[in-house]
């Protein structure tokens, strides 16, 4: 059971400089409050996610530990309790009828979802979990039985994958979307692998079970991270991947269903954009304005995001924009944070070389407008690996007003990785 802290007047004020490019006006820190939840030692949150699991509205998120091999569903009473639910979904000892014993090699989690895989209308949850040196790595299917309980069938609900030919690969995120359009979600999974380039697909047969022999070219090495939109308006939804080793971008485009109603694949389009860094994340977003999605490309080591804009159905270097968010983002949200019709950008950066834990929030992408920065206390190191984000998600009431941000019921999951807490960061400052 985890221990509920309530940190308030939460964060210490930093004034940082100015990042590096000048593009922005002014980033500021400030400061906001935080509810930290203490994991059991040895659990190591690398992925979060945030849905309503339970239909009563308000936002519950999920974190999947890398260590634990456990997921841990909060549900959210009223923007004020958050319930811990652990998942174990450890599979050694059930798949191979032994016990693990302590040099037994780990799967690890490294990746969460929330999709209705069963289309019973609740959100279930999607794990991706593998490492270079166990066959067990695949996906794990939560099904969410109405109101926020999660069952789990070992030997049922697992899918593992073995793309054919490759060698020390394992799946590092996935993404759920409808790719035959039978109002099922389907799964597509990245497979990182220095040696070769394969992404997985779990067709869902209808009734929360899926097809696994399906695997297509990712057009590069170390296919790492992966999403997916409709990038060329022909109602099927396409998938781009970021690769790792190769920092390559490529997009395959869903090739729908043959005259018998068969799926036909993925097929990579045109070349790779080269980013010369490691892709840790990519994700679309449809922003005001533009016909197709704009890509969102998360790159640590560049301190940047970069969007790449959707031109006839391709991205490229020309077509794209660069974001300064502070030091090494590992992951991003793009959303309309204030719910005004603009998009914004949230970044968890991770702590490196001792320059603290921040949460970074650009809330206008196109004035470039609203850049703030907040900075865990010093204290909290706690190498931020994973970001995601609820509109609805705590009860601030009892701010006080002056400080009150323009969405008080917004907040953000954080997860730390090396201090093995995860973050709820909300109560953001007004400008
Ligand atoms: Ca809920
Ligand atoms: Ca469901
Ligand atoms: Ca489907
Ligand atoms: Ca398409």
């Not at 204290?379 to 690996?385: D, I, S, Y």
């Given at each position: 059971m985890q221990k509920l802290f309530t940190c308030w007047p939460g964060l210490f004020v930093i004034i940082l400089t100015i990042v590096q490019g000048g593009a922005l006006a002014s980033p500021q820190s400030l400061r906001a409050r935080y509810l930290k939840f203490d994991l059991p030692d040895g659990s190591y949150p690398i992925a979060s996610a945030t849905s309503d699991l339970n239909g009563d509205s308000w936002t519950d998120f999920v974190i999947g530990n890398q260590g634990s091999e456990d997921v841990v569903v909060f549900l959210n009473e009223n923007g004020l309790n958050f319930h811990p639910q652990h998942i174990d979904i450890k599979l050694r000892v059930e798949r191979f009828d032994k016990e693990r014993t302590p040099d037994d090699p780990w799967r690890y989690i490294t990746n969460v979802l929330t999709s209705d895989i069963d289309k019973d209308g609740d959100q279930d949850i999607v794990v991706t979990a593998g490492s270079h040196y166990v066959p067990d790595q695949g996906i794990s299917i939560l099904i969410n039985d109405g109101n926020g309980s999660f069952s789990f069938n070992p030997r049922r609900d697992n899918y593992f994958i073995y793309a054919p030919g490759e060698l020390e690969s394992y799946p590092s995120k996935s993404v759920a979307t409808d790719l035959n359009l039978d109002g099922y979600p389907d799964i597509v999974v990245a497979n990182s692998n220095w040696y070769g380039g394969k992404v997985s697909v779990l067709l869902n047969k209808g009734d929360g079970t899926f097809t696994t022999d399906l695997h297509f070219s990712s057009g590069a090495i170390d296919p790492y991270s992966i999403a997916a939109a409709n990038i060329d308006g022909d109602r099927l939804p396409d998938i781009a991947v970021g690769h790792g080793l190769s920092g390559e971008l490529s997009l395959l485009k869903n090739l729908g269903n043959d005259s018998n109603n068969i799926w036909r694949g993925l097929r990579v389009v045109g070349s790779p954009i080269q980013t010369e860094q490691f892709i840790i994340q990519v994700s679309f977003k449809q922003i005001q304005g533009l016909q197709h999605p704009a890509l969102f490309v998360v790159t640590p080591s560049a301190n940047q995001i970069r969007a790449y804009f959707n031109r006839n159905g391709s991205y490229s270097n020309e077509d794209s924009k660069s974001y300064d968010v502070g030091p090494h983002p590992y992951e991003a949200i793009v959303e309309d944070f204030r719910n005004d019709g603009h998009i914004g950008l949230a970044t968890a950066n991770y702590n490196l070389n001792g320059r603290g834990d921040q949460l970074s929030i650009l809330t206008n992408l196109a004035s470039l407008t609203n850049q703030n920065f907040y900075t865990l206390p010093s204290?909290?190191?706690?190498?931020?690996?994973s970001i995601s984000y609820g509109s609805k998600m705590i009860d601030s009431s009892s701010l006080d007003p002056d400080d009150k941000e323009p969405n008080p019921l917004q907040a953000f999951v954080l997860a730390g990785w090396e201090n093995q807490s995860v973050y709820l960061m909300y109560g953001f400052d007004k400008e």
């Open positions: 204290h909290e190191f706690g190498k931020l690996v």
